[in-house]
């Protein structure tokens, strides 16, 4: 079984910065892709950002030049750092993980919201 950790989520006021946080553990094979999705009320989740094992970054353009995405493979860790934070980006955060076989593994979820 695979779990996923998350940590970091909170309030902060726009123009801030918060970095998230996200541990797997458990019978995980090979991971191959880490990264964040995000959902608003009212909205679908949208991918964030992803990472592969190979270094390739894939970012939503709503995030691109303010979040950065970066893993330690040796602690099956993801982060997400987030810089001038905007109300938008209020949503509840979701990491991800998906291994060589492409079963995807999901967190429960941590509230960023951002006030103006």
């Known amino acids: 079984q695979v779990q996923l950790v998350e940590s970091g989520g909170g309030l902060v006021q726009v123009g801030g910065s918060l970095t998230l946080s996200c541990a797997a553990s458990?019978?995980?094979?090979?991971?191959?892709?880490m990264g964040w999705y995000r959902q608003a009320p009212g909205n679908q989740r949208e991918l964030v950002a992803s990472?592969?094992?190979?270094?390739?970054?894939n970012y939503a353009d709503a995030v691109k030049g303010r979040f950065t995405i970066s893993r330690d493979n040796a602690k099956n860790t993801v982060y997400l750092q987030m810089n001038s934070l905007k109300p938008e980006d209020t949503a509840v955060y979701y990491c991800?993980?998906?291994?060589?076989?492409?079963?995807?593994?999901w967190g429960q979820g941590t509230q960023v919201t951002v006030s103006s």
């Open positions: 991800f993980i998906r291994n060589r076989y492409a079963t995807v593994y």
């Open positions: 458990g019978s995980i094979s090979s991971i191959n892709t």
């Open positions: 990472l592969s094992s190979v270094g390739s970054t």
